[in-house]
């Protein structure tokens, strides 16, 4: 059993599945979980100090003795410093997000470290490719948090023709259908975010994974359109609020009081109301809490059926 492809190899995982590296959800219970399961656990650093994304990375390596990788934020001030934490831990995988990772590249690579950045175009993924990528993440704008414009079915096979390094597919993807769907437009392997949100190891608090799991098709909002930096999440009060004040073109630093802080406050504090319930539109498909183990190998078992008719 199992799906090998140069990704699997590439970073040495059982299965081609790498979780999202989400600000607040993605520590080192998750990634622990998920690279146990077979698949790679991802610590987002988001906007944490360096020292907490080391003790993340020392906590992480207590619970699991496979590869797991480290997602840092390029546009965070403190990013040089966390790129530093990352190659004295010895972490096997980065991914990053928000920026150019050109000037840390040679960094890394000296460190044996698998630099993986996410795309949103395929300028961008060939920038990444030049730059000495390993592999890139072509993220369609179906995905939670911070979003691009092109959909995962036109992005992907327009980077997998781009690029001779592997791609993974992400956005939009939630079970082995979308997982088969991926490796038919030449993926090597999916990322997920918003599946792993709802799973068990996950700390995202009950009220934030009951709305995730009790979404419709259409209860994901974009808010940020007008400042340039767009999100998707799910509708609440605060989305209301912004959107209205978006389109009475409140300027971008009222906004950002608004949702300050909003991420933690939902995944923390559970507040549902005026938290950033940051999903992907594949939200309305999950329907249930389950182990990363059962989530990994439900999503194998019907990718597999689908691909090879097993």
């Not at 360096?50 to 207590?62: D, G, H, L």
Request: net charge negative; with cysteine.
């Amino acid at each position: 059993m199992g799906i090998k492809t140069d990704i699997t190899k590439l970073l040495g995982i059982e299965y081609p599945v790498i979780q999202g590296g989400m600000a607040w959800v993605a520590e080192y219970h998750l990634a622990a979980a998920v690279s146990n399961a077979g698949g790679l656990g991802i610590i987002g650093a988001a906007s944490a100090p360096p020292e907490v994304v080391r003790e993340q990375i020392q906590k992480t390596r207590e619970f699991t003795d496979k590869p797991f990788g480290v997602n840092v934020m390029l546009m965070n001030p403190n990013a040089p410093e966390v790129a530093q934490v990352v190659a004295e831990e010895g972490v096997k995988v980065v991914t990053t997000g928000a920026g150019n990772p050109a000037k840390f590249m040679e960094l890394w690579k000296n460190a044996g470290i698998k630099v993986i950045p996410v795309v949103a175009s395929v300028a961008m993924a060939r920038m990444m490719e030049k730059a000495g990528a390993d592999a890139v993440v072509a993220e369609g704008t179906e995905s939670g948090g911070h979003i691009g414009s092109a959909t995962t079915m036109t992005l992907v096979p327009q980077v997998v023709d781009a690029v001779k390094i592997p791609v993974i597919a992400a956005g939009g993807i939630g079970d082995g259908r979308g997982f088969a769907a991926a490796m038919m437009l030449g993926a090597k392997a999916v990322q997920m975010g918003t599946r792993f949100i709802v799973a068990k190891e996950s700390i995202v608090h009950k009220n934030y994974k009951d709305r995730v799991i009790k979404a419709k098709d259409i209860d994901s909002e974009v808010t940020g359109r007008s400042t340039g930096h767009p999100i998707r999440v799910l509708r609440n009060k605060m989305t209301r609020e912004y959107l209205k004040m978006e389109s009475e073109g409140v300027g971008l630093e009222e906004l950002e009081m608004l949702t300050l802080g909003s991420l933690r406050k939902a995944v923390m504090d559970g507040d549902v109301v005026d938290g950033s319930l940051m999903a992907g539109q594949i939200a309305g498909l999950i329907g249930k809490e389950q182990t990363c183990k059962e989530i990994i190998e439900e999503i194998m078992d019907e990718a597999e059926k689908l691909l090879f008719g097993k």
